[in-house]
């Protein structure tokens, strides 16, 4: 009977406290994070996430790496006896949701910028956006002789040699591979710290020089050479119908429309694309999975013209399928899709945000398992409540335990968001461990579930219109049962 069980169990990670190391790049927290990790494990908690920011690491200088305090960090995981979720983090933590500290990227990379600002993602207005190099620069030898890809791939290949014995003994088993602000993968459409409110729908962000002359060149190449980059889809904080862009009859249902959308979307995935390739030819044969996050945009997801998702780069309509191309060009890879928002019910939200996290999240995890993906999950807000947990646990396994082996579905796992002393204490860590139980199908904590192989070559690339050819039509997702077989 147990098991039959274990093919229900779902691992739980908790993320660790973004300021875990310093701004300067130390690890002095030590008893403090021992005696935490020592909580989780008594909860049965399975492992850990950590940001590992390049901004951190390559702060001295070009191909200058600092690991110390990571290594020691690792240590203490490796000691506590949890494994350990590595995020590749190559953008800025600061002006994002719960960015409690500033790190930027290297001051030597932005120092690129004074002279060339396009390398950064840019508004129609011209505002740049400092989190995150723009995907134009991917493949523009501008850093120092390096292109944007090869002092991410350098990066990571620093990494792997420094953290060998980490990889070795099993303890990092999963690789976060970062592509965008916050991490995820997508375009910086919503920042606060451009003034940006909840639920604005956002901007189209590729109006750097190097965006710009990819899309003029791609329109020639259509036949099309008067088409422009869209003038017309508003500011961050309009309601869809406000621009001509998202309105009923807008520019996005038109030809040229499409085209754009079209291609800004695909640039989001190729640019997915490239830098999983180089992971995993860094990471061949070590006993990792690689990872990407999207991000969980369920605000306009109830209207027609799903502005918000838009503009973030997910080209996701009531009749096209914006994540099922993702999790396409993901199975080259192998990789794992890791969503957010697992703990939203619809009910939670505002109604002029016409927002349905539930629906989205049933949407992209659908998509995912269609194209036999693992397929994992965080949550976008803390929260330390029963519903909250229970909304996780139905998503986890939308149609419930099966005693008699794996389930319909399952998630490949969980990250709560994430470790603080406020998790820890009372009532919510009593809640917390049952849900960690829950999670775990009732069964003891389980170091082997769910073992993983050495990382194999990522296969041929899948040609960009076998992706979008996946777009459509668009399937209705798997059935979701209303609440969860197993409540905390």
């Given at each position: 009977m147990a098991g039959n069980m274990l093919a229900n169990y779902v691992q739980v990670y908790v993320m660790l406290p973004l300021d875990v190391i310093t701004v300067d790049n130390t690890f002095e927290k030590a008893d403090e994070i021992r005696a935490q990790l020592k909580k989780?494990?008594?909860a049965g908690v399975d492992g850990v996430m950590i940001d590992v920011?390049?901004?951190?690491?390559?702060?001295?200088?070009?191909?200058?790496?600092d690991w110390t305090a990571y290594k020691q960090l690792f240590k203490v995981v490796q000691e506590a006896g949890?494994?350990?979720?590595?995020?590749?983090?190559?953008?800025?933590?600061g002006g994002n949701?719960?960015?409690?500290?500033?790190?930027?990227?290297?001051?030597?990379?932005?120092?690129?910028?004074?002279?060339d600002p396009d390398i950064f993602y840019t508004n129609r207005g011209g505002n740049r956006n400092i989190e995150y190099l723009t995907l134009g620069v991917d493949d523009q030898p501008l850093f120092h002789g390096r292109t944007a890809i090869q002092m991410y791939a350098d990066y990571m290949k620093s990494f792997r040699e420094n953290m060998a014995e980490f990889l070795d003994a099993g303890v990092i088993v999963d690789i976060e591979?970062?592509?965008?602000?916050?991490?995820?993968?997508?375009?910086?459409?919503?920042p606060q710290s451009q003034g940006w409110v909840f639920p604005g729908i956002g901007e189209f962000i590729c109006y750097d020089k190097y965006l710009e002359a990819d899309f003029k060149a791609a329109a020639e190449e259509a036949g099309h050479p008067e088409w422009e980059l869209p003038d017309d889809a508003g500011e961050y904080n309009d309601t869809p119908e406000k621009t001509q862009f998202f309105k009923d009859n807008g520019t996005y249902q038109t030809e040229k429309g499409k085209f754009f959308l079209t291609w800004y979307s695909n640039k989001l995935i190729k640019h997915g694309d490239k830098i999983l390739d180089e992971a995993n030819q860094i990471f061949l044969g070590c006993r990792v999975q690689l990872a990407i996050k999207i991000s969980g945009i369920h605000w306009w997801y109830r209207v027609p013209n799903h502005a918000a998702e838009l503009t973030a780069g997910y080209y996701n309509l009531d009749n096209r399928d914006g994540y099922r191309t993702i999790a396409r060009m993901l199975t080259r890879h192998r990789a794992c899709m890791n969503f957010t928002c697992a703990e939203m019910r619809d009910n939670e939200q505002s109604s002029e945000a016409k927002s349905a996290p539930e629906e989205l999240v049933q949407q992209v995890l659908s998509a995912g398992w269609r194209e036999g993906l693992h397929v994992a999950c965080e949550n976008a807000l803390g929260r330390y409540d029963a519903t909250a947990y229970n909304t996780i646990l139905r998503n986890s396994r939308p149609q419930g335990v099966?005693?008699?082996g794996p389930p319909e579905h399952k998630l490949y796992g969980f990250t709560y968001l994430r470790l603080s002393d406020e998790l820890l204490e009372g009532q919510n860590y009593a809640t917390f461990k049952t849900f960690v139980r829950r999670m775990?199908?009732?069964?003891?904590?389980?170091?082997?579930?769910?073992?993983?192989?050495?990382?194999?070559?990522?296969?041929?690339?899948?040609?960009?219109?076998?992706?979008?050819d996946v777009a459509e039509p668009k399937l209705e997702p798997f059935s979701f049962n209303k609440n969860t077989d197993l409540p905390v």
């Open positions: 989780l494990t008594e920011w390049w901004g951190l690491v390559e702060a001295k200088g070009p191909g200058e790496y949890l494994k350990l979720q590595a995020i590749m983090s190559c953008h800025q933590c949701v719960g960015d409690v500290v500033n790190i930027p990227i290297p001051q030597w990379v932005r120092d690129v910028g004074e002279a591979v970062g592509l965008g602000p916050a991490g995820e993968m997508r375009y910086p459409s919503y099966n005693k008699n775990h199908a009732n069964l003891d904590y389980n170091p082997n579930v769910d073992p993983i192989a050495p990382l194999q070559r990522s296969k041929p690339e899948i040609p960009i219109e076998d992706i979008v």
